[in-house]
């Protein structure tokens, strides 16, 4: 059973920037994807970005190359930089790992971007 810990999310103005974590307790260069979703209100789950396990990335269609997934396989954490972030890009965001091809998804934090 692989347990993820998201942590990072919280209140800031339209421009700014956050750094999301999630603690994985996975070899995450092993792993066969990382990387986030987001959910934002009244809304399905979009992904954000993710990693692949060859270091592939795959950007959302919402992100516009504002936001950057990367992870550090000695902390096994990965990571989401947002930038220049926008009153839409308010969420729920989900850390996941596709380990061993089995699905793990983290408990969710909240995102909000006020104008």
């Known amino acids: 059973q692989v347990h993820l810990v998201e942590s990072g999310g919280g209140l800031v103005q339209a421009g700014g920037s956050l750094r999301l974590s999630c603690e994985t307790h996975?070899?995450?260069?092993?792993?066969?994807?990382v990387g986030w979703y987001r959910r934002p209100p009244g809304k399905q789950r979009e992904l954000v970005a993710a990693?692949?396990?060859?270091?592939?990335?795959i950007d959302g269609d919402s992100t516009e190359g504002r936001f950057t997934v990367s992870r550090d396989r000695g902390k096994q954490q990965i990571y989401l930089r947002m930038q220049n972030l926008k009153p839409e890009d308010t969420a729920v965001y989900y850390c996941?790992?596709?380990?061993?091809?089995?699905?793990?998804w983290g408990q969710g934090t909240q995102v909000t971007v006020s104008s």
């Open positions: 996975v070899d995450v260069l092993a792993a066969n994807v």
């Open positions: 990693l692949t396990g060859l270091s592939t990335t």
């Open positions: 996941f790992v596709r380990y061993q091809m089995i699905d793990y």
